[in-house]
C-alpha cells in the first residue's frame, strides 16, 4: 500500500477518520507510587553533564582552533563537531520536553542553544515534537519519521553529514525570518505562536550574519568551523542513534512496544544521546527524566520487547528489514514478547500484523 | 448556585499529588498542595483531552503526562507550551477530613 507522508494528505485524513490519531497508548502497568518517584525531577545529574558538555565543547574548540589550519586539529573538530551536531539533538529532545532540568529556566536555556545548534525553530519544533509523541509513526500525522516506506535510504545517508536535515533547517530559518511559516507548519503551531517562530529566525539569521562576516573580514572558514558547519560535520552520530528508535518496526500501530526500539549503548553514546536509547521506555512514560531510564528499563522490561544488545547488532537487524522495504513496504519487523508481557492487542493491530516478518 | 459535592477524603491525596474524581459525566482532577491546601480543575489537558492525575505535581504546577504541558493548578494558568488555553478551575474545601468541590448547578 502506498503511503502519503504528507501531514495534509490522504493518509491524515484516514488517521482522524480511523481514531488512529490521539488515540489511547497502550502502557505497562506502574503503580502511580512508583512512577511518581520515576517521574520526580531534579537539577543535579543535568547541571553535571551540561558541565562537561559545553567544557568540553570549549576544551576542544579551544584546541581545534590553536591548531589551525594544522591536520593535528582534525581529531578535535571532529570531536566538537559531535558534540555540537549530535549531543545537541538530545539536549534538544529532553530539554524540549522539560524533564532534563527541575529549574525551568535552565531547560529553557539549554534547549534554545541546542536549537539553534541543530537548526530547528524552537518553537516549531515543540509543537511537531509533541505530535511526534501523540501520534507515534501513524502515517500522515507523525511529522518527525525518520524511516518513511520505502525507506529512502539515499537521505539517511546523505543526513549523516546534516545535508538535507541541516540546509533544510537553514531554508525554513530565512523562509520564517521573512515572516512566513510553511503550510505544513502552520498546520501544527497554534496561530498565536507564530510572531515567536518568526522572532527567534530573525535571530539566528543574525547570528549566522555575524559569523559569516567574521569569516569574510578574516579570509578564513574557522568561525564556520566553530559555528554552522559542525551541524553538518559531527551529525553522523545523531543519525546513526536516531534512525535506530523506530526503523524497521511497524506503523499505525498505537502500542511502542510494536514500533519503537531500545537498544543498549556504550557509555559515551548514551552521554551524547542522553539514554534515548531506552526509547520504548521513553515513549511510554515521556515524564521520567533521561537519568532514570535505566531504572525504569529495569523496572518494566518484563513487559517489553528484549533489547537489542548493541547498536552493531540493531543495525543487522534493521538493514535486511530496510532492503526488503525497497520492493515490498507493507514489510516490518515485529518483535516478539517474552511471556511475562501483556500480549499486544491483536484486534487493534489487525491490519498493521498482517504483515509482519 | 454552587453544589458542593463530596470528591474524596483529604487522605485519599498525597501532599503535592493529585487524584482524579469523575462525576455527573464529567472528570476532574482534586491537588493537594506542599502547604495542604486543596484545588481542583478540570481533569483533563486542554491541548488533547488527557487524564492531568496521571500527571506529575511539583509546587504549584501539574504537568501533563502527554507533552509536559503545565497548568497553575491554583489558578488554571496554561503556564508551558504545548497547553495555551487555560485550565478551568472549580473551589474546594476541607470539612471533616473530607474534600468538596463547588460545582455550578
Ligand atoms: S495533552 Fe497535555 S500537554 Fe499535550
Not at chain 1, 516549531?124 to 518513511?148: C, K, L
Request: aromatic content about 10%; charged content about 20%; glycine content about 6%.
Amino acid at each position: 500500500m502506498k503511503r502519503d507522508y504528507s501531514l495534509l494528505g490522504e493518509d491524515a485524513r484516514r488517521a482522524v477518520q480511523s481514531g488512529l490519531a490521539a488515540a489511547e497508548w497502550y502502557h505497562s502497568d506502574v503503580p502511580r507510587k512508583e512512577m511518581k518517584a520515576f517521574m520526580a525531577r531534579e537539577d543535579q545529574p543535568a547541571i553535571r553533564d551540561t558541565i562537561i558538555l559545553f567544557g568540553a565543547m570549549a576544551t576542544l574548540a579551544a584546541l581545534g582552533v590553536a591548531l589551525w589550519p594544522s591536520l593535528w586539529s582534525a581529531p578535535f573538530w571532529l570531536a566538537y563537531g559531535v558534540l555540537y551536531g549530535s549531543a545537541m539533538d538530545s539536549r534538544w529532545h529532553e530539554c524540549g520536553h522539560g524533564t532534563a532540568f527541575r529549574t525551568a529556566w535552565m531547560n529553557n536555556a539549554v534547549y534554545q542553544i541546542a536549537s539553534f545548534c541543530m537548526v530547528r525553530n524552537p518553537v516549531t519544533w515543540r509543537w511537531s515534537h509533541a505530535r511526534h509523541h501523540t501520534d507515534t509513526i501513524i502515517v500522515g500525522r507523525d511529522p518527525e519519521i525518520v524511516a518513511m516506506r520505502p525507506p529512502a535510504l539515499f537521505r539517511i545517508v546523505l543526513n549523516l553529514f546534516g545535508i538535507l536535515d541541516a540546509w533544510n533547517g537553514w531554508a525554513r530559518m530565512l523562509l520564517n525570518a521573512s515572516g512566513r511559516l510553511d503550510p505544513e507548519e502552520a498546520s501544527f503551531i497554534p496561530e498565536s505562536e507564530h510572531p515567536k517562530v518568526i522572532r527567534v529566525a530573525r535571530i539566528w539569521v543574525a547570528i549566522y550574519a555575524a559569523t559569516l562576516a567574521v569569516a569574510v573580514w578574516t579570509g578564513s572558514i574557522l568561525p564556520l568551523m566553530l559555528i554552522g558547519l559542525p551541524r553538518l560535520y559531527g551529525a553522523w552520530h545523531h543519525v546513526l542513534t536516531g534512525v535506530l528508535q523506530h526503523a524497521g518496526l511497524a506503523d499505525n500501530v498505537v502500542d511502542h512496544r510494536l514500533n519503537s526500539r531500545t537498544v543498549h549503548m556504550n557509555p559515551i553514546s548514551r552521554f551524547i544521546y542522553w539514554n534515548m536509547n531506552y526509547h520504548v521506555e521513553h515513549h511510554m512514560f515521556p515524564m521520567v527524566p533521561y537519568h532514570r531510564l535505566p531504572a525504569l528499563h529495569d523496572r518494566i522490561k518484563d513487559d517489553l520487547p528484549a533489547p537489542n544488545p548493541s547498536m552493531w547488532h540493531a543495525y543487522r537487524e534493521v538493514l535486511p528489514v530496510l532492503r526488503r522495504q525497497l520492493a515490498h513496504e507493507d514489510y516490518f519487523l515485529r518483535r516478539e514478547l517474552p511471556a511475562t508481557a501483556r500480549p499486544y492487542r491483536e484486534d487493534f493491530h489487525a491490519a498493521a500484523a498482517g504483515n509482519a516478518a | 448556585m454552587t453544589d458542593w459535592i463530596d470528591a474524596c477524603g483529604a487522605e485519599d491525596v498525597d501532599a503535592e499529588d493529585v487524584i482524579r474524581f469523575d462525576h455527573g459525566g464529567r472528570t476532574y482532577a482534586i491537588y493537594r498542595s506542599p502547604e495542604d491546601d486543596y484545588f481542583c480543575t478540570d481533569g483533563l489537558c486542554t491541548h488533547e483531552q488527557v487524564h492531568l492525575a496521571d500527571g506529575l505535581v511539583m509546587d504549584h504546577l501539574i504537568e501533563c503526562p502527554k507533552h509536559n504541558g503545565q497548568f497553575d493548578y491554583r489558578t488554571g494558568e496554561a503556564m508551558r507550551a504545548p497547553v495555551c488555553v487555560n485550565l478551568r478551575t472549580y473551589p474546594a474545601k476541607v470539612e471533616g477530613g473530607r474534600v468538596l468541590i463547588g460545582v455550578a448547578s
